[in-house]
């Protein structure tokens, strides 16, 4: 069975541009969770989509955003990037929501300049 | 602010040691798991718990949900040079919803053949 992919795996974008993420779960996973990951910060949860609604928010501005489709593939967007907001973007599969096994993909790296 | 606190931050072994990291927190977790992350790459699920006192083995790895459900440790028999990677620990607070993991800041592990 096919792990979680993420397109693209790099990323450098300028201050100011927006960019999108996709990730394709695990065949048969409908939960999908966005995790940014800095030196800094550590690991931390951006928000879950299942059923193409989200779910589950963390504490991230509202320039970060995303939506799931009826396959349950998900995009997240972040608008008006900031230099901070380089990063390793994760993205993890569940079988459905409140199944905490989660299984990652191999991230894309953003770099903002 | 972090919710979950893993130590050590590092560990320097020799080929053929045991390892042991853990993780406490001042919150209740209803479920924890632990994860590997090799450079570029994002982390891979070893071992999840779901009960209380639990003790559940993976090959050479042992984790332990802690009786408190504030803690969990993982312990590694037998090191060998793959071992090398980053190991978090990851949870889900009782009071959140979701898939919604909270992660640790990770154990650095190398092993000296």
């Known amino acids: 069975k096919a792990g979680v992919t993420q397109t693209p795996r790099y990323l450098i974008k300028t201050r100011g541009q927006q960019v999108t993420l996709s990730c394709s779960p695990i065949s048969g996973h409908r939960s999908v969770s966005w995790y940014q990951q800095t030196p800094g910060q550590g690991l931390q949860f951006l928000f879950e989509y299942f059923s193409e609604t989200q779910r589950n928010k963390g504490n991230f501005p509202g320039r970060f955003s995303g939506r799931q489709f009826s396959n349950s593939r998900s995009e997240m967007n972040v608008s008006t990037l900031e230099l901070g907001d380089s990063a390793l973007y994760l993205c993890?599969?569940?079988?459905?929501?409140?199944?905490?096994?989660?299984?990652f993909g191999p991230g894309t790296r953003l770099t903002v300049t | 602010g972090q919710q979950l606190n893993q130590s050590p931050q590092s560990m320097f072994i020799q080929e053929g040691e045991d390892v042991s990291m853990n993780c406490t927190s001042s919150?209740?977790?209803?479920?924890w798991l632990w994860y590997k992350q090799d450079p570029g790459e994002g982390p891979v699920l070893l071992i999840a718990l779901y009960k209380a006192g639990e003790l559940t083995s993976n090959g050479r790895l042992t984790a332990q949900f802690g009786i408190t459900r504030k803690d969990s440790f993982l312990n590694i028999s037998a090191s060998i040079p793959s071992d090398v990677g980053i190991y978090f620990c990851a949870g889900q607070l009782r009071e959140t919803s979701g898939s919604r993991l909270t992660f640790g800041e990770g154990t650095q592990l190398t092993v000296n053949p």
């Open positions: 919150s209740i977790f209803n479920t």
């Open positions: 993890a599969s569940s079988l459905t929501t409140g199944f905490y096994e989660q299984y």
